[in-house]
């Protein structure tokens, strides 16, 4: 355990939040890095997070889900979470709409790449999704989530990166959710407010497991 590699990291990201990918740890590793002042994680799996958000009951952790949420499957965990990172479609919002119990927090999933293989809202659709979304008053949009390609290249990766950061201030959104555990340092740059870090952080607080 290298608790210093964690407060490094720390250190980097400022006041820039960190959510833990906790799809590469137990939850009672969980307990150890909330013991070191982290209390916010993501799930993208679904049976995942129910089976450590049981597991975890009473602990102060923020959940977010990452991934991409299946329609048929959102209303298992759509009152436990605290964000959602892929909101990608109407159909799931009128979901959160209709079964969250209070409004919950959203970054709207911004397709950013030429990839054909990502989810997500292209920027020509943007607009238009955003205006739709203010028919639910339980979806509220607070930022926008994008995801870069692994054979972008640096430069590559921080245009998506600092362009969906002007979108979404053009829309009069104060978050973005950029980075992951390849090119986070990259969307520090661009100014995204949350990181999303799953190898990074399990390798300086596991000696390297992952």
């Known amino acids: 355990m290298n608790v210093e590699k964690i407060k490094a990291i720390q250190n980097e990201v400022g006041s820039t939040k960190i959510v833990v990918a906790s799809k590469y740890v137990t939850s009672k590793e969980i307990?150890?890095?909330?013991?070191?002042?982290?209390?916010?994680?993501?799930?993208?799996?679904?049976?995942?997070?129910?089976e450590k958000y049981t597991a975890l009951e009473g602990h102060e952790i923020t959940w977010h889900f990452i991934g991409h949420l299946q329609t048929t499957r959102a209303k298992k965990v759509i009152n436990k979470i605290d964000y959602l990172h892929s909101l990608d479609s109407l159909e799931l919002a009128k979901i959160i709409q209709n079964r969250r119990e209070k409004p919950?927090?959203?970054?709207?999933?911004?397709?950013?790449?030429a990839s054909e293989t990502k989810n997500g809202v292209t920027i020509d659709?943007?607009?238009r999704f955003l205006n739709e979304l203010k028919k639910y008053p339980k979806v509220n949009v607070i930022g926008l989530m994008v995801m870069s390609d692994k054979e972008q290249s640096d430069e590559e990766k921080y245009e998506v990166f600092i362009s969906t950061k002007a979108l979404a201030e053009k829309y009069g959104l104060k978050e973005t959710s950029m980075g992951m555990s390849d090119d986070y340092q990259i969307a520090l740059k661009a100014g995204t407010t949350c990181v999303r870090l799953g190898r990074t952080i399990c390798n300086a607080l596991f000696e390297n497991a992952y």
């Open 31 to 50: 307990s150890i890095l909330e013991e070191l002042g982290i209390r916010d994680f993501g799930e993208n799996r679904i049976d995942a997070f129910l």
């Open 104 to 113: 919950l927090k959203c970054f709207v999933e911004v397709h950013g790449t």
């Open 125 to 127: 659709d943007l607009e």
